[in-house]
């Protein structure tokens, strides 16, 4: 069983940054694939970006050049760095993980089966 435990959320101006991490238990983060997922009112849930291990990651085109998504293993933490927000990066994020998968095809956001709770991120322009 994977715990996911996601903080670094808050309000921020358009062009900030913010840092997300998500702190995982039960499973050593650098045998599971992680993603970040966020999503909007009244929107569905859209896949931010995935990472398996370096060089094995994937983002959304909407967050190309903007976002860095990483993983320290000796701390067992996933995090997201948001750089040049907008405010329609506005949304609950979301952690998720699972021990198996790519990061690297088409359905890259399809099959994790743990989730963290969600940390809030407010974009104002």
């Known amino acids: 069983q994977v715990q996911l435990v996601e903080s670094g959320g808050g309000s921020v101006q358009a062009g900030g940054s913010l840092r997300l991490s998500c702190a995982a238990s039960?499973?050593?983060?650098?045998?599971?694939?992680m993603a970040w997922f966020r999503q909007a009112p009244g929107k569905e849930r859209e896949g931010v970006a995935c990472?398996?291990?370096?060089?094995?990651?994937k983002y959304a085109d909407s967050v190309k050049g903007r976002f860095t998504i990483s993983k320290d293993n000796a701390k067992n933490t996933l995090y997201l760095q948001m750089n040049s927000l907008k405010p329609e990066d506005t949304a609950m994020y979301y952690c998720?993980?699972?021990?198996?998968?790519?990061?690297?095809?088409?359905?890259?956001?399809?099959?994790?089966?743990?989730w963290g709770q969600g940390t809030q991120v407010t974009v104002s322009s």
């Open positions: 998720a993980a699972d021990v198996s998968g790519t990061c690297l095809s088409g359905t890259w956001s399809a099959g994790f089966g743990y």
């Open positions: 039960g499973y050593s983060s650098s045998s599971l694939r």
């Open positions: 990472i398996r291990w370096i060089g094995h990651t």
